[in-house]
């Protein structure tokens, strides 16, 4: 059984008891999905692969990521911000100087400004490494902090290329319109997004936009 697989089983056996996430009901599948590249990367099971053109309704599993918060009215200066700090933590910035594992995705959530010009409200967050979860050393940069990401659904919309805001954008729009043809309800006041790729990869590359579902 590979590693996402033990992360899976591991973890839905706790939030299952925990009474969070994964009802008997829905359609189990475990997934050690293409895009994670040979990296650690969340456990999610799928509830509906078929919500729209490129997207499914995903359960992750609660989590431990590394995350710190960024203002800014760019996402991409904000994500870059971001990226950095976490980045050094995970090359030893950290109260044990531990080098640790990168790991996908790279996870962006978004709470946008109230108009084109105001600040939105960016975490950016780093996946803590299967073996680390819950023992992770704690950053020294009061920027930085370990985060508990209790069990979530999602609805994901998928997209493959390099990716930047405008782009970025254009796909949350397109999977909004899509959601508002169907059935489902889902929460508009803030969305994620997911980076699979370094910018030295420059086929198979993946991207994702998560929206919240209620």
Sequence with gaps: MNRFLIHFV???????TRGALLPTSIDVRLKSPWFCHDLDCPAFAIEDDKVARDMELRNYAAAQWVSTNVSDVKYDEAVRTGFWRLFQYISGTNEEDLKIEM???V???????????????????FF????????????????????????????????????????????????????NTTDYKYDASYFFTAGYDSPFRLINRHNEVWIPAL
Excluded: H, W
């Design 10 to 16: 591991l973890i839905a056996c706790f939030v299952t």
């Design 103 to 105: 790991t996908a995705p």
């Design 128 to 179: 803590v490494p299967i073996e680390s979860q819950g023992s992770a050393p704690k950053p020294t940069d009061s920027a930085v902090y370990l985060d508990d990401a209790p069990a979530a659904r999602f609805f994901v919309y998928s997209y493959p290329g390099f990716t930047y805001e405008s782009k970025m954008l254009d796909k949350l729009n397109t999977a909004l319109a899509a959601l």
């Design 107 to 125: 996870k962006v959530q978004v709470v946008p400004g109230a108009g084109p010009y105001c600040k939105s409200q960016f975490k950016i967050s």
